[in-house]
């Protein structure tokens, strides 16, 4: 009785699929939004940013105190805003992320009863000390417009 032993094979297959010429860097779709940062010199080819670009910044000096039972959280918040922008700023948008708890509020999926709350109150609000009328109303949403009393100046 003889015995053959199996014979095994490799197979290497090689495979190329055939792409379609490149086009030249210049003839490719260009979103105008990043059209205009190249020509605001805001931003670079390499997608850095460029020699005139800028961002505003915030200091934020928050305290909290949270009374879980009753579901309330109170606190202060100030806020120090730098304008680095080229523009003359005459309101700025204050973000009420808690908001996305009111009623009405534009979200994703419902949500339930135990969810939901008043939303953000804001009881107080001062634009370098004076007090101003509270942006709350201006928003149905997690975002309100503050108009400024001055404008804020580049």
Same mark, same amino acid.
Do not use: E, W
């Given at each position: 009785m003889s015995l053959v032993a199996p014979r095994l094979a490799t197979l290497i297959v090689a495979a190329a699929i055939a792409a379609p $010429?490149?086009?030249?860097?210049? !003839?490719? *779709?260009?979103?105008? $939004?990043?059209?205009?940062? *190249? $020509?605001? &010199? =805001?931003?670079?080819? @390499? &997608? /850095?940013p460029g020699a005139r670009y800028w961002q505003n910044h915030g200091r934020y000096a928050i305290t909290v105190t949270a009374l879980p039972p009753d579901r309330t959280v109170r606190g202060t918040e100030t806020i120090t805003y730098w304008n680095n !922008?080229? @523009? =003359?700023? /005459? !309101? %700025? $948008?204050?973000?009420?992320? %808690?908001?996305?708890? /009111?009623?009405g509020v534009p979200r994703e999926g419902s949500a339930s009863a135990d969810y939901l709350t008043s939303g953000m109150h804001i009881d107080t609000f001062a634009v370098n000390g004076a007090l101003q009328p509270s942006p709350e109303h201006a928003s149905t949403g997690t975002v309100t417009m503050a108009k400024l009393p001055a404008a804020l100046l580049p």
């Open positions: $010429a490149a086009h030249a860097q210049g !003839s490719l *779709y260009m979103p105008r $939004a990043v059209r205009q940062a *190249y $020509a605001a &010199g =805001t931003r670079a080819r @390499d &997608g /850095k !922008s080229p @523009d =003359t700023l /005459k !309101s %700025l $948008a204050i973000r009420l992320f %808690l908001n996305i708890h /009111k009623p």
